[in-house]
Nanobody, 121 residues
Framework: QVQLVESGGGLVQPGGSLRLSCAAS????????MGWYRQTPGKQRELVAA???????NYADSVKGRFPISRDNAKNTVYLQMNSLKPEDTAVYYC???????????????WGQGTQVTVSS
């Protein structure tokens, strides 16, 4: 069984920074894609940033240059450094990973439980 455990959310003032972490644990053979999504009430979940096992990254236009994503493959952990935060960044942030639990399984999509980020003065 695979689990994604997020940490690092909270309340921050506009212009401030937060760092989100997401650690994958359990039965893991290989991790392909890891990323962060966010969702606000009444809206669809949207991709914030993603990183492949090889280090290729993809960002939403709204966070480019502010939210670098990184990954520690040895720790099965992905990070999202959120800088220059704006009130419109307020959302629940979800970790996502595409993981093969063993050498004979296909890759499956897994989600974390979500962590609240609130940007407000």
């Amino acid at each position: 069984q695979v689990q994604l455990v997020e940490s690092g959310g909270g309340l921050v003032q506009p212009g401030g920074s937060l760092r989100l972490s997401c650690a994958a644990s359990g039965s893991i053979f290989s991790i392909n894609f890891m990323g962060w999504y966010r969702q606000t009430p009444g809206k669809q979940r949207e991709l914030v940033a993603a990183i492949t096992s090889g280090g290729s990254t993809n960002y939403a236009d709204s966070v480019k240059g502010r939210f670098p994503i990184s990954r520690d493959n040895a720790k099965n952990t992905v990070y999202l450094q959120m800088n220059s935060l704006k009130p419109e960044d307020t959302a629940v942030y979800y970790c996502n990973a595409v993981i093969a639990p063993n050498s004979v399984s296909s890759f499956n999509n897994y989600w974390g439980q979500g962590t609240q980020v609130t940007v407000s003065s």
